[in-house]
């Protein structure tokens, strides 16, 4: 009877060795997966490859032809970035978009180092140059507050991609620099005051939430002529938290400024008029500003500015993705980013 109970002991201390290192071996290889999925990792703790944002940029070769992957651990990253031209094909993953956070509080009227304003370009926390970049659950951040402008968010590379991310700030946050620069924004949240929403590239904003904090102008177009499409905001929503008839969809920041809004929800925020022409009644004439199918308080067709446009069944047509970039459709790499999820 004895020996029956010794050799069940020594059979269970076996078993429960042999579950332990399977375990251990199931872990490493969980843990070497995770680590295959990324190129580069930072972490503030020090468990990362680096510890802030700006040395995990510098390391990423110049020129490099394939997808250079840079995960961020959760964190408040206060730097003010610069992802140069030469870094072409970064992607930047969040481990949460609300943690997440690449911040800093630089404004126009900030001096620099030799006693002069900044200015609206110069007071960037993040300033994206290269080509065929993306980046999911970030938040992109600018504190200093309603100071003036302040830009969160400074992207001037072609093919440029966000993907559940944040645009924080109050006015100027997110200004899409450059007519040759096509972006692309997949449930996407975005706050701010005046012109929030701001430049020349063709971007389009697709089921995201725009947040109006104050009474203000909520785009500032500067598309030029040669430009057809500006802003495209599909199947998003207008809110805020400020009086009803508070906001203009958008002013034309230069004369051929461009924002169409195509299933959109539009809050009561929205002004009946809808569109403002900058003091300028020639902007009127050169100006394309438009809507299909709005919804919500906000929407109000019969009572938008003459110049303004309602497209109908047949000319909504010419906005797919497609079209609007030229042939880059950026759509299947935004599905891909929510399988994973």
């Known amino acids: 009877m004895k020996r029956g109970l010794l050799i069940l002991f020594y059979c269970s201390i076996v078993i429960l060795l042999n579950c332990s290192i399977a375990s251990a071996a199931s872990l490493t290889s969980h843990i070497s997966y995770l680590k295959s999925q990324y190129d580069i990792t930072v972490a503030q703790d020090g468990t990362g490859n680096y510890k802030t944002v700006q040395e ?18 959760n964190g408040v990253y206060k730097e003010k970035l610069n992802l140069s031209a030469s870094k072409q094909f970064v992607k930047m993953i969040g481990e949460s978009a609300e943690k997440t956070i690449l911040t800093f509080d630089d404004w126009a009227q900030r ?13 960037a926390s993040f300033y994206i140059y290269g080509s065929q970049f993306s980046a999911e659950n970030i938040t992109f951040q600018n504190t200093a507050g309603p100071v003036g402008q302040a830009v969160a968010l400074f992207v001037a590379g072609d093919k440029a991609k966000f993907i559940n991310c944040r645009m924080l700030g109050f006015q100027d946050t997110l200004y899409t620099y450059g007519y040759a620069s096509r972006q692309y924004y997949y449930k996407c ?153």
């Open 56 to 73: 995990a940029i510098n390391a990423v070769p110049d020129f490099r032809k394939v997808t250079t992957t840079i995960f961020i651990k």
């Open 111 to 123: 001096k620099n180092a030799f006693g002069e304003e900044k200015g609206t370009s110069g007071s």
């Open 189 to 341: 949240y975005i706050e701010g005051t005046v012109d929030f929403i701001f430049g020349s590239s063709t971007a389009v904003f697709d089921e995201c939430e725009i947040f109006c904090k104050s009474a203000g102008y909520i785009t500032a177009s500067s598309s030029p002529d040669t430009s057809k499409y500006g802003y495209v905001f599909l199947n998003s929503k207008i809110l805020g938290d400020v009086p009803a008839n508070s906001y203009y969809l958008g002013r034309p920041w230069r004369p051929y400024a461009k924002a169409v809004f195509i299933n959109c929800d539009l809050g009561k925020i929205i002004k009946a008029e809808g569109w403002d022409n900058w003091g300028k009644e020639s902007n009127e004439k050169t100006a394309f500003y438009a809507e299909y199918n709005s919804t919500g308080s906000g929407a109000n067709p019969k009572a938008r500015v003459a110049w303004s446009h309602q497209l109908n069944e047949i000319t909504v047509r010419e906005y797919t993705l497609d079209k609007i970039f030229n042939g880059w459709n950026p759509k299947e790499m935004a599905a891909d980013a929510q399988i994973k999820k």
